[in-house]
């Protein structure tokens, strides 16, 4: 069975300081990995995803995410946070290879103060 | 840039009535989903379709809930008698077998509330 953890269900940052959001993941395949945002009163935006190719994968608006198996880790950063990455965010795993479910992770709070 | 779309944004409903989401999912994808956010849970997997028919679909999809695409453009979720635990947000998605079918794209949600 797939499952999502997500170490922080909330986060607290200055902007313009770094961002790591915390991500485990339990897979008897070989899975895929997403991350997701959600912000307040809008839909699920895909921030970036990994499906076996490299495993430092780059995504929208600064954001990046290494794959380490070893660690069965997908972690979430960004170099500097800006006022409008205060969010939800979703990590989310599926089985790789077509038109598979999605496991949420319960989602992290980011908040960025001035 | 393409995206899902979903009607109506928001539904008050009274328990016992039936209910109808409607996605419009992007034009040249051809698997689609339907999840469900209930307030402070998990986002959490209700059903695929593909090839008009369901792929799979979860514990929480019971004789209550459907699926349809109607046409070449929407598909629904009819919910026939709503209880109150169906109160939650209901999130469409669908994606591109060109692509892998791996990466869904979800609509902005329905929110419905069952009173």
């Known amino acids: 069975a797939q499952s999502v953890t997500q170490l922080d269900s909330h986060v607290s940052v200055s902007e313009g300081t770094p961002v790591l959001l915390r991500c485990n993941y339990s897979s008897s395949y070989s899975p895929s990995l997403f991350w997701y945002v959600q912000h307040p009163n809008k839909g699920l935006q895909l921030l970036l995803k990994y499906t076996s190719a490299a495993t430092l994968v780059k995504g929208i608006n600064g954001f990046e995410a290494e794959f380490k198996k070893s660690e069965t880790s997908f972690h979430l950063t960004k170099p500097s946070a800006h006022m409008s990455d205060a969010a939800e965010y979703f990590c989310v795993v599926s089985e790789t290879g077509g038109y598979n479910k999605l496991i949420f992770g319960a989602g992290t709070r980011l908040a960025v103060h001035p | ?115």
């Open chain 2, 1 to 115: 840039e393409p995206e899902v779309t979903q009607t109506p944004s928001h539904q008050v409903t009274q328990m016992g009535q039936e209910v109808i989401l409607r996605c419009v999912p992007i034009s040249n994808h051809l698997y689609f989903y339907w999840y469900r956010q209930i307030l402070g849970q998990k986002v959490e997997f209700l059903v695929s379709f593909y090839n008009n028919e369901i792929s799979e679909k979860s514990e929480i999809f019971d004789d209550q809930f459907s699926v349809e695409r109607p046409d070449g453009s929407n598909f629904t979720l009819k919910i026939r008698s709503t209880k109150l635990e169906d109160s939650a947000m209901y999130f469409c998605a669908s994606s591109d077998p060109t692509l892998g079918g791996e990466t869904q794209y979800f609509g902005p949600g329905t929110r419905l509330l069952v009173l």
